[in-house]
């Protein structure tokens, strides 16, 4: 029988923690005085040791900050717990920071999470000339498997042809979209990372799949945030364990899969990302084993793999949700499909040219569903100057993607569904400078072609095959998002009907 001591904190645990409470607020008092924070922009008054955390809705950050740029402006400071950061919003904020200013925008913050999780290693949290030698190889090698390319657009239409044979199979029935989406656009990457795609019902291509999916979710919930602010209280956090054991989890796979490539390489037997990645670093390491390299190794094709699947995935199931909330739209799409495409042959990226509203549609589903509303975090590379205020080098900065995607001066209607975003009064298709749902600048997604690739011909062939419904007894769609890294539908049923 467990004894209440063995539940009940002790003295010296108690004693513990209320020394180390002490120390921080402490060190957050010493910061306060005089400190680099003086010379930031304005922002709401911080309090000792919890910083602007008591003003802020961690379940909805972004809407948060969005609420504090109206009184403070576009460039402001937060402090969350004991970590300045400074806030970029609006658009012509947010563009001149990470297109005219892209140098200097283009670092990456220590942010306790996502240090832990990919060492400092790989293409998204890496800096300096590591990350742009990484970054350089991985745009290359993703072209020379076939972003961009005939040769990746058949298998991205093999794998959605797989996806309507499933849909067919519910013959009407309701299923929860994630659950049948994502396998479906994790193999398009699959196949290129490891040159094969994986069976839906495979085990380790499940557990993969599910771990990545929920290190991605808890990773932006409340208590991940208040792990940033406070690492010292890790321990106390379990969603924090859960993402250190997903992390090793998925590291153990992936290495599984190096070792069973590292049989001799050559250039002319290289057939996937991983083997070319793996000759890489055997060549830079001369035969020698390095640590640093085995983490680089791994630490890239998670992020390849994450940033090519989740976002993709999560986007076509909005595109999804939103065609139920809005048939009249649904309609619209299916109409154009009829006339271009007709039938009897599957969709083409070709045809995307010739298909003004569909592509309107496709472009207000990622700027309303708003993926990654906080952007990944950014830093100052150097100590410079910006629209007057002084940003210290290495500051974190929050570009708000929010403020730019639901930017009041860049679109009619910010708030509201509707695909008149981007197109003009004959109906044709526009661009938008405010469209930046893959952000912008140096540290643009490395895999945005592939994605418009993917998100065009999923979106097309389905609702070329498919009527979308609700599920039976349900009269009013939900499209509050569920919270995470990157925001995704809260868990639904949808209905495919045979047209």
């Known amino acids: 029988m467990m004894s209440a001591s063995s539940i009940c904190p002790t003295d010296y645990t108690l004693g513990l923690l209320a020394l180390t409470l002490l120390l921080v607020l402490l ?33 909805r950050l972004h809407w948060s900050l969005m ?193 069973a490539a590292k049989e001799p390489l050559s250039e002319n037997s290289i057939q996937s990302f991983s083997e070319a990645l793996i000759m890489k670093y055997q060549q830079e390491s001369r035969g020698q084993d390095s640590e640093f390299e085995r983490r680089d190794t791994l630490a890239t094709t998670i992020d390849l793999f994450g940033a090519g699947a989740e976002t993709t995935a999560m986007t076509i199931c909005w595109g999804l949700l939103l065609m139920m909330k809005y048939p009249e739209i649904q309609k619209k799409v299916q109409e154009e499909i009829d006339q271009v495409i007709g039938a009897g042959r599957c969709p083409s990226t070709e045809d995307r040219k010739r298909m003004p509203y569909t592509d309107a549609v496709i472009h207000e589903i990622q700027r309303f569903s708003n993926i990654v509303p906080l952007n990944l975090p950014h830093s100052t590379t150097v100590d410079m100057h910006f629209r007057g205020y002084f940003i210290p080098k290495g500051m974190y900065v929050i570009p708000l993607l929010t403020s730019v995607l639901f930017d009041k001066t860049q679109w009619k209607k910010p708030n509201e569904f509707d695909p008149a975003h981007f197109l003009d009064a004959e109906g044709r298709f526009v661009k938008n400078k405010a469209f930046m749902p893959f952000s912008a600048g140096r540290r643009v997604c490395a895999g945005e072609a592939l994605a418009k690739a993917e998100l065009f011909l999923f979106f097309t062939t389905l609702l070329q095959r498919f009527q979308f419904y609700a599920a039976p007894g349900v009269t009013n769609l939900d499209i509050t998002p569920q919270v995470g890294v990157i925001l995704t539908p809260k868990p639904h049923r949808v209905c495919a009907v045979l047209r």
């Open 67 to 259: 609420q504090l740029s109206e009184k403070y402006g576009s460039v402001f400071s937060v402090v969350l717990g004991a970590q300045k950061a400074v806030v970029l919003a609006g658009y012509d904020t947010v563009k001149e920071a990470l297109v005219d200013h892209a140098d200097q925008f283009a670092g990456r913050p220590h942010i306790p999470i996502f240090d832990q999780y990919s060492f400092r290693c790989g293409i998204i949290f890496s800096v300096g000339k590591r990350w742009q030698d990484t970054r350089r190889f991985v745009i290359s090698k993703l072209r020379d498997f076939g972003m961009g390319k005939k040769s990746i657009e058949d298998k991205i239409a093999e794998e959605v042809n797989l996806l309507v044979n499933i849909l067919e199979s519910h013959k009407g029935q309701p299923f929860e979209p994630a659950q049948i989406v994502s396998p479906a656009v994790s193999n398009i990457i699959c196949s290129i990372i490891f040159g094969q795609r994986f069976d839906y019902e495979d085990e380790l291509f499940i557990s993969l799949t599910t771990m990545m999916d929920e290190a991605t979710r808890i990773s932006g919930t409340a208590p991940i945030h208040l792990y940033n602010a406070y690492p010292f209280l890790g321990f106390l956090i379990p969603s924090h364990r859960k993402i250190m054991e997903n992390r090793d989890n998925i590291y153990g796979i992936f290495n599984d899969f190096f070792k």
């Open 27 to 59: 060190v957050s008092l010493v910061r306060r005085k005089g400190g680099v924070g003086d010379n930031l922009p304005p922002g709401p008054s911080p309090l000792p040791l919890i910083g602007n955390l008591h003003q802020l809705d961690l379940k």
